[in-house]
Protein backbone atom coordinates (compact mmCIF):
# COMPACT_ATOMS: atom_id res chain seq x y z
CA UNK A 1 0.00 0.00 0.00
CA UNK A 2 3.15 2.39 0.04
CA UNK A 3 2.50 4.91 -2.76
CA UNK A 4 -0.44 3.37 -4.43
CA UNK A 5 -2.25 5.97 -7.51
CA UNK A 6 -5.15 6.13 -5.39
CA UNK A 7 -6.91 8.83 -8.33
CA UNK A 8 -5.64 8.88 -11.70
CA UNK A 9 -4.73 12.39 -13.37
CA UNK A 10 -7.83 12.50 -14.67
CA UNK A 11 -9.83 11.99 -11.70
CA UNK A 12 -7.32 14.89 -9.33
CA UNK A 13 -8.48 17.15 -11.56
CA UNK A 14 -12.17 16.55 -11.84
CA UNK A 15 -12.15 16.91 -7.85
CA UNK A 16 -9.38 19.72 -7.73
CA UNK A 17 -12.01 21.83 -10.01
CA UNK A 18 -15.22 20.96 -8.16
CA UNK A 19 -12.97 22.30 -4.96
CA UNK A 20 -11.55 25.30 -6.55
CA UNK A 21 -14.96 26.30 -7.76
CA UNK A 22 -16.95 25.97 -4.88
CA UNK A 23 -14.21 27.90 -2.73
CA UNK A 24 -14.96 30.64 -5.76
CA UNK A 25 -18.89 30.51 -5.10
CA UNK A 26 -18.51 30.52 -1.13
CA UNK A 27 -15.82 34.31 -1.92
CA UNK A 28 -18.47 35.59 -3.88
CA UNK A 29 -20.90 34.58 -1.97
CA UNK A 30 -18.87 36.43 1.06
CA UNK A 31 -18.33 39.79 -1.33
CA UNK A 32 -21.60 39.92 -2.08
CA UNK A 33 -22.92 40.08 1.99
CA UNK A 34 -20.03 42.37 2.94
CA UNK A 35 -21.71 44.97 0.85
CA UNK A 36 -25.43 43.73 1.90
CA UNK A 37 -25.17 42.38 5.36
CA UNK A 38 -24.05 44.49 8.38
CA UNK A 39 -23.45 41.29 10.32
CA UNK A 40 -22.69 38.12 8.61
CA UNK A 41 -20.08 36.43 10.32
CA UNK A 42 -21.76 33.04 10.70
CA UNK A 43 -21.67 32.72 6.79
CA UNK A 44 -17.79 32.83 7.01
CA UNK A 45 -18.35 29.21 8.22
CA UNK A 46 -19.84 27.87 5.48
CA UNK A 47 -16.91 27.23 3.04
CA UNK A 48 -16.74 23.38 3.51
CA UNK A 49 -20.60 23.36 2.69
CA UNK A 50 -20.10 25.61 -0.47
CA UNK A 51 -17.11 23.08 -1.29
CA UNK A 52 -19.23 19.45 -0.63
CA UNK A 53 -22.13 21.64 -2.58
CA UNK A 54 -19.80 21.97 -5.90
CA UNK A 55 -18.54 18.61 -5.72
CA UNK A 56 -22.06 17.24 -5.47
CA UNK A 57 -23.60 19.27 -7.99
CA UNK A 58 -20.35 18.48 -10.27
CA UNK A 59 -21.18 14.48 -9.55
CA UNK A 60 -24.65 15.08 -10.29
CA UNK A 61 -24.12 16.25 -13.39
CA UNK A 62 -22.17 13.25 -14.10
CA UNK A 63 -18.80 14.44 -14.53
CA UNK A 64 -17.20 12.81 -11.88
CA UNK A 65 -17.30 9.15 -12.65
CA UNK A 66 -15.66 7.45 -9.72
CA UNK A 67 -17.78 8.96 -7.42
CA UNK A 68 -20.32 5.68 -6.76
CA UNK A 69 -22.65 7.67 -4.58
CA UNK A 70 -22.38 10.34 -1.70
CA UNK A 71 -24.63 11.12 1.19
CA UNK A 72 -25.69 14.09 3.40
CA UNK A 73 -24.81 13.49 6.94
CA UNK A 74 -24.30 15.54 10.12
CA UNK A 75 -21.81 16.33 12.19
CA UNK A 76 -22.97 17.00 15.47
CA UNK A 77 -26.22 18.94 15.58
CA UNK A 78 -26.10 21.61 13.34
CA UNK A 79 -23.72 20.92 10.61
CA UNK A 80 -24.11 19.05 7.55
CA UNK A 81 -21.05 17.73 5.39
CA UNK A 82 -20.72 15.04 2.29
CA UNK A 83 -19.55 11.49 2.34
CA UNK A 84 -18.14 9.95 -0.92
CA UNK A 85 -17.81 6.67 -1.56
CA UNK A 86 -15.56 5.73 -4.60
CA UNK A 87 -14.24 3.02 -6.96
CA UNK A 88 -11.31 2.99 -8.91
CA UNK A 89 -8.27 0.46 -10.04
CA UNK A 90 -6.87 0.92 -6.19
CA UNK A 91 -10.08 -0.17 -4.43
CA UNK A 92 -13.18 1.06 -2.55
CA UNK A 93 -12.93 3.64 -0.29
CA UNK A 94 -15.10 6.70 1.28
CA UNK A 95 -13.51 10.67 1.59
CA UNK A 96 -14.77 13.35 3.59
CA UNK A 97 -13.82 16.99 2.71
CA UNK A 98 -11.85 18.68 5.36
CA UNK A 99 -9.90 21.95 5.82
CA UNK A 100 -6.83 21.42 7.54
CA UNK A 101 -7.50 23.48 11.01
CA UNK A 102 -11.17 21.18 11.04
CA UNK A 103 -9.00 18.28 10.30
CA UNK A 104 -7.35 18.86 13.41
CA UNK A 105 -10.77 19.36 15.72
CA UNK A 106 -12.13 16.06 14.60
CA UNK A 107 -8.70 13.75 14.83
CA UNK A 108 -8.37 12.82 18.61
CA UNK A 109 -4.85 12.82 20.07
CA UNK A 110 -5.52 9.85 21.84
CA UNK A 111 -7.85 8.08 23.76
CA UNK A 112 -7.90 9.24 27.07
CA UNK A 113 -9.58 12.32 26.16
CA UNK A 114 -12.10 12.67 28.83
CA UNK A 115 -14.21 14.70 26.56
CA UNK A 116 -14.23 12.56 23.33
CA UNK A 117 -17.29 10.41 24.40
CA UNK A 118 -19.22 13.53 24.51
CA UNK A 119 -18.20 15.55 21.75
CA UNK A 120 -20.48 14.78 18.80
CA UNK A 121 -17.72 16.64 16.10
CA UNK A 122 -15.57 14.28 17.06
CA UNK A 123 -17.62 11.26 17.66
CA UNK A 124 -18.53 10.98 14.37
CA UNK A 125 -15.15 10.88 12.85
CA UNK A 126 -14.26 8.11 15.52
CA UNK A 127 -17.20 5.98 13.95
CA UNK A 128 -15.11 6.57 10.05
CA UNK A 129 -11.76 5.58 11.89
CA UNK A 130 -13.39 1.73 12.41
CA UNK A 131 -12.70 1.56 8.69
CA UNK A 132 -9.07 2.18 8.80
CA UNK A 133 -8.87 0.00 11.85
CA UNK A 134 -10.22 -2.78 10.01
CA UNK A 135 -7.54 -2.53 6.76
CA UNK A 136 -4.84 -2.21 9.52
CA UNK A 137 -6.10 -5.33 10.95
CA UNK A 138 -6.31 -7.04 8.48
CA UNK A 139 -3.11 -5.95 6.37
CA UNK A 140 -0.01 -8.07 6.12
CA UNK A 141 2.25 -5.02 6.14
CA UNK A 142 3.18 -3.48 9.74
CA UNK A 143 1.48 -0.03 10.94
CA UNK A 144 4.42 1.89 9.94
CA UNK A 145 4.33 0.83 6.19
CA UNK A 146 0.86 2.22 5.42
CA UNK A 147 1.30 4.86 2.98
CA UNK A 148 3.79 7.74 3.49
CA UNK A 149 5.60 9.28 5.82
CA UNK A 150 3.30 10.45 9.04
CA UNK A 151 2.46 14.12 8.47
CA UNK A 152 2.49 16.88 11.20
CA UNK A 153 -1.10 16.66 12.32
CA UNK A 154 0.11 18.05 16.01
CA UNK A 155 3.33 20.01 15.62
CA UNK A 156 4.12 20.27 19.26
CA UNK A 157 4.16 16.50 19.50
CA UNK A 158 7.13 14.68 18.08
CA UNK A 159 5.92 11.33 18.50
CA UNK A 160 2.27 9.62 18.36
CA UNK A 161 0.70 7.57 21.35
CA UNK A 162 -0.49 4.17 19.59
CA UNK A 163 -3.83 3.67 20.81
CA UNK A 164 -6.09 0.88 22.10
CA UNK A 165 -8.95 0.59 19.83
CA UNK A 166 -12.28 -1.93 19.97
CA UNK A 167 -13.35 -3.96 17.81
CA UNK A 168 -16.45 -2.08 15.94
CA UNK A 169 -16.60 -1.92 12.45
CA UNK A 170 -18.31 0.50 10.02
CA UNK A 171 -18.59 0.94 5.99
CA UNK A 172 -17.87 -2.94 5.70
CA UNK A 173 -18.49 -2.14 2.05
CA UNK A 174 -15.48 0.17 2.02
CA UNK A 175 -11.77 -0.93 2.23
CA UNK A 176 -10.67 2.75 3.17
CA UNK A 177 -11.36 6.02 4.74
CA UNK A 178 -9.85 9.20 3.13
CA UNK A 179 -9.96 12.73 4.20
CA UNK A 180 -9.73 15.14 1.53
CA UNK A 181 -7.95 17.63 2.70
CA UNK A 182 -7.27 21.26 2.17
CA UNK A 183 -5.49 24.71 3.40
CA UNK A 184 -6.26 28.09 2.58
CA UNK A 185 -4.40 31.33 3.09
CA UNK A 186 -7.17 33.99 3.04
CA UNK A 187 -9.40 33.40 0.39
CA UNK A 188 -7.17 30.73 -1.86
CA UNK A 189 -6.72 27.28 -1.24
CA UNK A 190 -2.99 26.41 -1.31
CA UNK A 191 -2.81 22.58 -1.03
CA UNK A 192 -5.49 19.99 -1.62
CA UNK A 193 -4.16 16.28 -0.19
CA UNK A 194 -6.26 12.68 -0.09
CA UNK A 195 -5.08 11.71 3.48
CA UNK A 196 -5.25 8.82 5.52
CA UNK A 197 -5.97 8.80 9.07
CA UNK A 198 -3.89 6.09 10.88
CA UNK A 199 -6.01 5.38 14.39
CA UNK A 200 -3.70 2.69 15.21
CA UNK A 201 -0.50 4.89 15.53
CA UNK A 202 -2.84 8.51 15.95
CA UNK A 203 -1.08 10.23 13.14
CA UNK A 204 -1.86 11.65 9.80
CA UNK A 205 -0.08 9.79 6.21
CA UNK A 206 -0.37 11.16 3.37
CA UNK A 207 -1.91 9.19 0.31
CA UNK A 208 -2.24 11.25 -2.96
CA UNK A 209 -0.82 14.80 -2.84
CA UNK A 210 -3.20 16.77 -5.47
CA UNK A 211 -1.93 20.12 -5.30
CA UNK A 212 0.07 20.22 -8.46
CA UNK A 213 -3.68 19.95 -9.53
CA UNK A 214 -4.56 23.47 -8.48
CA UNK A 215 -2.42 25.15 -11.21
CA UNK A 216 -3.68 23.84 -14.27
CA UNK A 217 -8.01 24.40 -12.99
CA UNK A 218 -10.05 25.50 -15.65
CA UNK A 219 -11.08 28.61 -13.50
CA UNK A 220 -9.79 31.60 -13.57
CA UNK A 221 -10.10 33.05 -10.01
CA UNK A 222 -9.40 36.90 -10.01
CA UNK A 223 -10.68 37.05 -6.23
CA UNK A 224 -10.28 40.95 -4.24
CA UNK A 225 -12.12 40.07 -1.38
CA UNK A 226 -10.84 38.05 1.79
CA UNK A 227 -13.09 36.09 2.59
CA UNK A 228 -11.52 33.91 6.05
CA UNK A 229 -10.51 30.91 6.60
CA UNK A 230 -12.30 28.28 8.01
Not at 54 to 70: A, E, G, M, P
Not at 159 to 167: A, G, R
Not at 179 to 194: A, N, P, R
Amino acid sequence: MIQQTILSEEQCQQVVDALLKGNEEFCEEMKLKEKTEPIYSAAKNGRGNKIDSRLIKTFVNQKISFIQNYSIKKAGYNWDYGEYVCETPFGRFLFVIKSDKALKRAFPKSNSDDNLSEDDDKKYFENYLGINRKTIRQSKEPVEGLFEIPLPLFEEESNSDILLIPEEVAHEDVDFFFVMTYKTSGEEITSIELTFPNPVSNDLRLAQDLTKYIQTNQFIRNFSYNCGVV
